[in-house]
Structures are given as structure tokens and as C-alpha cells.
């Protein structure tokens, strides 16, 4: 079974520009959520989306959202891009929306903001 | 509000010897911890998760965690280090009061197994 397929692996972007990244979850798996990491920051919660409804929203301003759609594929998009945004996006998928179920993790999008 | 700490940035153990990766939490409700690797470049790959019952979890690649509630700590651990395992180590929890699919993480540690 193939597992959680993120795209593009690595991008470029300008200051000022928006950006969209990619999701594809595990076969089956509805419930899709993403996260950034940073060396300064770690590990954060951006979002998590549920039979395309957001059902939780971290701590980021309004330029980060997402969206999913009725295939359980999920994208994310950055506008306004700023240097800070440089990051690596994880995303993730789990089978629906109990506490105990695993999540998987993508390998992730390198987006590098100059 | 839930938490995890990871007291240690870096852990360095020699090939054969036991490995030890300290966290623990705090949660209002009942706790789902997880620990996961991630090695250079790459994304989180899963290793094992305390739901419930025995207090003694066994994951991937010869891991196990032990969950401890009166100290709120869930150490991961493996009893014969590789130098492959050598990457850096997260452990996350979930707050069972919040349904939902977020997870808190912790800084992570380093672990350097030296041959």
C-alpha cells in the first residue's frame, strides 16, 4: 500500500509569491492534517481536514489554509510568502478521527523562501 | 492545554548498549502518545503508540516504550543500540479530550550511535 505522497519534494519561492503543496493520503485514510517544521520552532500544527471540513486550525495567520477534497486529497497554500515560511511542510494521513489511531507522515515539501 | 518535553537535545550511546529516549507529558485528559523517527531529509516514520492497556509498548525495529502515569512519562527504549539508528526522535501526544487529529510534539532528540 502506498503511503503518504506529498508534492512538489522541493521548491523555490520568491518573497511575496504564493505557493501550493500537495497531498495524497493513504489509500482509505480520510483524514488529512499538516504541520511545519522549522529548527527554530520544531513540530507545529498547521491544520487537519475531515471529509473536506477543517477540524482544527493551529496557531498560523490567515495567509497559511488548506483545503481537502471529496477524494481525501489535501492542498495547502502560502500566500504573501515571507522569509520565515522557509520550512519543511509534513503532511499526514489517518484513517478517520479517534484519538488512538496512527498517523502517517509524508517524506514532506523543502519549500526555501529567498 | 497538552505538552511534551524532551529533556535531552542529544543522546550518544556506543553500538550494543542500551538506548534510552526520555519524554514525558501532560495532558488533561486521557493521554494517546506516540513516538516517531525521522532520519536526514526525510519525513516521520511511525515506530509504535500507547492507547491503552499493557504499559509496556513494542514497536518497529526492536523499540519499546514504557508508559508510566504516575510519573507521566513514556521513555522510549531499545535494549541493543545500531548505528542505524542514529537519527533524531520524536515523541508526540494527543489529548483525548480533543478528538481531533492534532499533535503535540516535542523538540526531539538526537541520537548518535558511535561503532
Excluded at chain 1, 477524494?71 to 522557509?86: A, I, P, Q, Y
Amino acid at each position: 500500500k502506498a503511503g503518504v505522497t506529498q508534492t512538489p519534494r522541493y521548491l523555490i519561492k520568491t518573497r511575496g509569491q504564493q505557493v501550493t503543496l500537495s497531498c495524497s493520503p493513504i489509500s482509505g485514510h480520510r483524514s488529512v492534517s499538516w504541520y511545519q517544521q522549522t529548527p527554530g520552532q520544531g513540530l507545529q500544527f498547521l491544520f487537519e481536514y475531515f471529509s473536506e471540513t477543517q477540524r482544527n486550525k493551529g496557531n498560523f495567520p490567515g495567509r497559511f489554509s488548506g483545503r481537502q477534497f471529496s477524494n481525501s486529497r489535501s492542498e495547502m497554500n502560502v500566500s504573501t510568502l515571507e522569509l520565515g515560511d522557509s520550512a519543511l511542510y509534513l503532511c499526514a494521513s489517518s484513517y478517520g478521527l479517534e484519538s488512538g489511531n496512527t498517523i502517517y507522515f509524508g517524506e514532506g515539501s523543502w519549500l526555501t523562501v529567498v | 492545554a497538552q505538552s511534551v518535553a524532551q529533556p535531552e537535545d542529544q543522546v550518544n550511546v556506543a553500538e550494543g548498549n542500551p538506548l534510552t529516549v526520555k519524554c514525558t507529558y501532560s495532558v488533561s485528559g486521557n493521554p494517546y502518545l506516540f513516538w516517531y523517527v525521522q532520519y536526514p531529509n526525510r519525513g516521520l516514520q511511525f515506530l509504535l503508540k500507547y492507547i491503552t492497556g499493557d504499559n509496556l509498548v513494542k514497536g518497529s525495529y526492536g523499540f519499546e516504550a514504557e508508559f508510566n502515569k504516575s510519573q507521566t512519562s513514556f521513555h522510549l527504549k531499545k535494549p541493543s543500540a545500531l548505528v542505524s539508528d542514529s537519527a533524531l526522535y520524536f515523541c508526540a501526544v494527543r489529548d483525548g479530550t480533543d478528538s481531533w487529529g492534532k499533535l503535540q510534539f516535542g523538540a526531539g532528540t538526537q541520537v548518535v550511535v558511535t561503532p
